[in-house]
C-alpha cells in the first residue's frame, strides 16, 4: 500500500486538476472497484453525478475528495483506497483506456479522473463527513479513527512518545499503528529505525523518551525527502495523476537492501519476517534485542 508520500503526491496532483470541478458522468467498469461501498455501483454513481469537487485531502495514508452534490445536500467524501496498485489517472476525454480501468469520472473541463487498479485490491466509496475523535477536524466516517500524521499541523510528537511509553509493544509495531501515529508504512519505518539505530523489535517501553523521539522524527524527515522526490516507486504500479514514477527508492538506506553493504558501517544488511512482511536492517547498527 503506498504510504503517507506517494499518497500526498497524488493529493496535490487532484487538487491541481479535478478541484472545482463538475462531474457530469460516473461509470463502473468493475464491480470489485466500489465494494466497499455499501449501497453499490448504482447509488455510488448517483450520488456523483452532477457534484463539484471541491477539495482533495488526505490523512496519514488515507485519501479522499470532498464534493458537494447536486441539488444542495449535505457535502460528501470520496474516499479512495489505493490498495496496492491503485492508480488515479488525469486524461482527456477520449484517450485509449488502460487494461485495468475500473472507474471512469467525465469532468465538465473535457477530461476524465480514471482509478486504474491492476490487483483490484483498492476501490472507491462515498462516506458521510464527520469530525474525527482524535483531531477534531471533518473527515470520512470511515477513518475517523486514524491519528494525526508529521506533516499535520496537530500533530504532537512529545504527546506520541507519551502514548508508546505507556504501551508494551515492538517500536515497528507501534509505528505502524495508525491509530498511534498515521502515514508511516513498511518502507518508511524500516528506514526511520535505521536512521535512529534502532531495531523494530525493541520494545516501545524499554526503549528512552530520546530514542522514541529519533524514531519519529526520522520517520518525518524520510518522508519529507521521499515527498521532493515523488515518492518510492519500486514498479510502474506507484505514479502520479500523470503517471510518472517518484525516485526516492534510489536513497533508500534500508528498505530492499537486503545482501548489501550498510551504508553507514558496511555490515551486510539482513532481512527478517516481522508481521507478514519483510523488515531490513542492519545487524551492526540495529541490535536485534535477547530473546
Known amino acids: 500500500m503506498p504510504e503517507l508520500p506517494e499518497v500526498e503526491v497524488v493529493r ?56 458537494d452534490p447536486l441539488g444542495g ?11 496496492m496498485s491503485g492508480q488515479m489517472l488525469v486524461q482527456q476525454a477520449g484517450a485509449d483506456d488502460e487494461i485495468h480501468l475500473r472507474i471512469r469520472v467525465t469532468l465538465d473541463d473535457g477530461t476524465e479522473l480514471r ?15 464527520v469530525a474525527s475523535p482524535t483531531i477534531g477536524d471533518l473527515g470520512p466516517a470511515s477513518i475517523a479513527h486514524i491519528a494525526p500524521d508529521p506533516f499535520a499541523p496537530e500533530y504532537d510528537p512529545d504527546a506520541v512518545v507519551r502514548v508508546l511509553k505507556r504501551k508494551h509493544t515492538e517500536i515497528k509495531r507501534a509505528i505502524l499503528d495508525q491509530t498511534v501515529v498515521s502515514g508511516i508504512g513498511n518502507i518508511y519505518a524500516d528506514e526511520a529505525l535505521w536512521r535512529s539505530r534502532v531495531h523494530g523489535l525493541r520494545l516501545t517501553d524499554k526503549l528512552t523518551a530520546k530514542a522514541l523521539r529519533s524514531v519519529l522524527d526520522n520517520a518525518a524527515e524520510v518522508m ?13 504500479l506507484y505514479v502520479n495523476v500523470n503517471g510518472q514514477s517518484g525516485y526516492f527508492e534510489r536513497s533508500l538506506n534500508a528498505y530492499g537492501r537486503e ?5 553507514r558501517c558496511g555490515a551486510i544488511m539482513r532481512r527478517e519476517q516481522f508481521m507478514n512482511r519483510s523488515s531490513f536492517s542492519c545487524p551492526r547498527c540495529q541490535i536485534r534485542p535477547r530473546g
Do not use: N
Open 12 to 67: 496535490r496532483g487532484l487538487a491541481d486538476h479535478v478541484v472545482g470541478r463538475r462531474i457530469t458522468a460516473v461509470e463502473v467498469l468493475h464491480p470489485r472497484a466500489v465494494r466497499r461501498h455499501l449501497g453499490g455501483a448504482l447509488d455510488l454513481i448517483g450520488l456523483l453525478a452532477g457534484a463539484t469537487v471541491t477539495d482533495a485531502r488526505r490523512r496519514g495514508k488515507y485519501l479522499w475528495l470532498e464534493a
Open 115 to 129: 482509478f486504474v487498479d491492476q490487483r483490484t485490491f483498492g476501490g472507491w466509496m462515498v462516506d458521510d463527513l
Open 224 to 236: 519529507a525527502q521521499a515527498l521532493e522526490q515523488g515518492g518510492t516507486s519500486f514498479d510502474a
Open 73 to 83: 445536500a449535505d457535502p460528501l467524501a470520496i474516499v479512495v483506497h489505493l490498495g
Open 259 to 263: 545482501g548489501e553493504p550498510c551504508r
